[in-house]
């Protein structure tokens, strides 16, 4: 690989671990991104060049020469950015980081998580495990571990690498899985596949890439047909059956436990450190990969499932106060009606009793276009909803599609539109029991301040 390495999107969770590995394996690494975030402010503070100017008079000089440096872009920058032109325009090679995960992967054993959804947190419980045995591993992740500060985790010595495996764009076809875990296949990303068909299809011909001597790990009941190469071993897994699954599960005072049933045996009275309904079913596909990697006795599945803290914005508490009439805040990264109503559901079991508030903002035009009445079933579940407009990320307005073609289904009665400069005022006055927010905007960039004023309200 060439010397010095420069990212077009540097600020991205997935890129910035490619940066940390490159800089721990002593490239130069520079970039750009489009605004400052606490990421790119650390990134920098480690070694990373960071420009937020397109211009390319803001690439450094010591990147502008083709045989000593790499370009790695992520498909959410515009292709008509200056710089990215100016790179195209003076023979550079240009990847998508997938492509340089991909030359990782060759070079290890690549435990890799696809799915609609899952993935992060399942592949970050995985790479969990395995930082805590003998062996340890390094990790690409697509949400910062809240045990380690970080979405990327170093070894040097261990031949294991954890990848989160992004479906978007098909970035997952340029991976060599050692062992390849596919949590879900609902449809997605419908702006890049078109038809459900062809996002099945894009999954099989992951299964296609595994190593001969490597494992598929599927989700029972998808309508995914695998086409895995001769050699390749399947394994099933669920919460209530398959090759892996749980059994005697137990609930009380907000714990959950359970045991894991596997081929070998029984591992028994696995505690989950984040206790949520849908971690049985994540706990058990992260217990399965490592467990048919060979590395983890019972006793470190126990250590580690019960230490597990989760990515941040999964599942993830900002306020948690006890007694019968304590309230609580959750955000989670929920962006597909699917996790949206396992993340509602999850709340509600956890506090029958209580009036749940969910507030949503919708992330993509495309996604609230080709799923807003999922969407709306979803929230339904809840007791209070409030709707905010649509977070664009990386695509331009679609007519006629707004946050009210969901506000306009929603069945729950108790339900409000607003604009994300509302929200604080919003959650203010509605006197909330447990309030869960959710979607994959940057909603929860307002969550310290709404900690705050709600604690000030006591």
């Known amino acids: 690989m060439k010397p010095n390495v420069y990212f077009i999107g540097a600020g991205g969770i997935g890129m910035a671990a490619l940066e940390r590995y490159l800089l721990a394996k002593g490239h130069q690494v520079a970039g750009y991104d489009r605004t400052e975030t606490d990421l790119t402010k650390a990134l920098a503070a480690e070694g990373v060049s960071i420009s937020f100017d397109g211009s390319p008079e803001s690439i450094p000089a010591n990147f502008t020469d083709p045989d000593t440096t790499l370009v790695v872009y992520t498909p959410a920058v515009p292709e008509s950015l200056p710089l990215f032109k100016w790179f195209r325009d003076n023979g550079f090679e240009i990847v998508k980081r997938a492509k340089l995960l991909g030359e990782i992967t060759r070079m290890s054993k690549g435990l890799c998580f696809a799915g609609t959804h899952g993935k992060t947190t399942t592949s970050s419980m995985a790479a969990h495990l395995l930082h805590n045995t003998p062996v340890g591993c390094s990790a690409f992740l697509g949400g910062v571990l809240r045990n380690y500060g970080t979405n990327f985790l170093l070894s040097e010595s261990s031949p294991y690498t954890v990848i989160e495996a992004d479906e978007y764009d098909r970035s997952f076809h340029h991976l060599t899985p050692y062992i390849a875990v596919i949590t879900a296949t609902d449809p997605d990303h419908l702006d890049i596949y078109g038809t459900e068909e062809a996002y099945l299809e894009s999954f099989a011909r992951f299964t296609e890439l595994i190593r001969p001597d490597g494992a598929l790990i599927i989700h029972t009941g998808l309508k995914l047909k695998p086409r895995v190469a001769p050699g390749v071993k399947i394994f099933t897994y669920s919460r ?200 994959a905007g940057d909603m929860s960039e307002m969550l310290p301040q709404i900690v705050k004023i709600v604690e000030q309200a006591k």
């Open 240 to 439: 209530d059956e398959g090759d892996f699954h749980a059994e005697n599960i137990r609930r009380q005072n907000g714990r959950i436990t359970f045991d894991c049933v596997t081929p070998d045996g029984v591992i028994k009275d696995i505690e989950l450190g984040v206790p949520v309904e849908i971690n049985i079913e994540n706990a058990i596909a992260a217990i399965a990969a490592v467990t048919i990697a060979g590395e983890a006795s019972d006793e470190t599945v126990r250590k580690a499932m019960a230490s597990f803290m989760g990515p941040k914005r999964r599942f993830e508490f900002y306020l948690r106060e006890d007694g019968p009439k304590g309230r609580s805040i959750i955000d989670d990264y929920a962006h597909h009606p699917d996790e949206l109503k396992a993340s509602i559901t999850s709340v509600k079991s956890l506090y029958p009793d209580r009036k749940l508030t969910v507030a949503f903002q919708p992330h993509l035009y495309s996604r609230t276009r080709d799923f807003a009445e999922q969407f709306a079933d979803a929230l339904s579940l809840a007791d209070e909803v409030i709707l905010l407009d649509i977070y664009p990320a990386r695509e331009e307005p679609i007519p006629g599609v707004t946050s009210k073609i969901i506000f306009d289904k929603v069945k729950t009665p108790d339900k409000v539109m607003i604009s994300k400069q509302e929200l604080t005022n919003t959650i203010k006055k509605c006197n909330f029991e447990i309030l869960l927010t959710a979607g």
